[in-house]
């Protein structure tokens, strides 16, 4: 059974940071493609951070470029984004999903793309 759990949210004062992991098991997340998505209450659920197979691809929302980072470890099976700099414009709950793609290097931020989605964490920045 494939299973995605995501962690390390929480609550966190302006400007400061927090690192989320994507941890998957039953399968290897190494060879789908991985996309953070965020929703806000009463907005659309959007792409936050993508990253390919391959890890030559990474994509980034206008909104958290140069602030967040996303990134793989295969070692423990799992993606993470680190987030820095935060705003209070970044509380939302974040997903973590996931998609075997036909290419390598594809990654997305359509929520229609994926199948494999965690449950979600929530992320306050508030002080």
């Known amino acids: 059974q494939l299973q995605i759990v995501e962690s390390g949210g929480g609550l966190v004062q302006p400007g400061g940071s927090l690192r989320l992991s994507c941890a998957a098991s039953?399968?290897?997340?190494?060879?789908?493609?991985v996309t953070w998505f965020r929703q806000a209450p009463g907005r659309e659920r959007e792409g936050v951070s993508c990253?390919?197979?391959?890890?030559?691809?990474?994509h980034y929302a206008d909104a958290v470029k140069g602030r967040f980072t996303i990134s793989r470890d295969g070692a423990n099976n799992a993606v993470y984004l680190q987030m820095n700099s935060l705003k209070p414009d970044d509380t939302a709950v974040y997903y973590c999903?996931?998609?075997?793609?036909?290419?390598?290097?594809?990654?997305?931020?359509?929520?229609?793309?994926?199948?494999?989605w965690g449950q979600g964490i929530q992320v306050t920045v508030s002080s």
């Open positions: 999903a996931a998609e075997r793609f036909s290419d390598s290097d594809y990654a997305f931020f359509n929520p229609d793309f994926y199948s494999n």
């Open positions: 039953g399968f290897t997340l190494d060879y789908y493609a």
């Open positions: 990253i390919s197979v391959s890890g030559r691809r990474t």
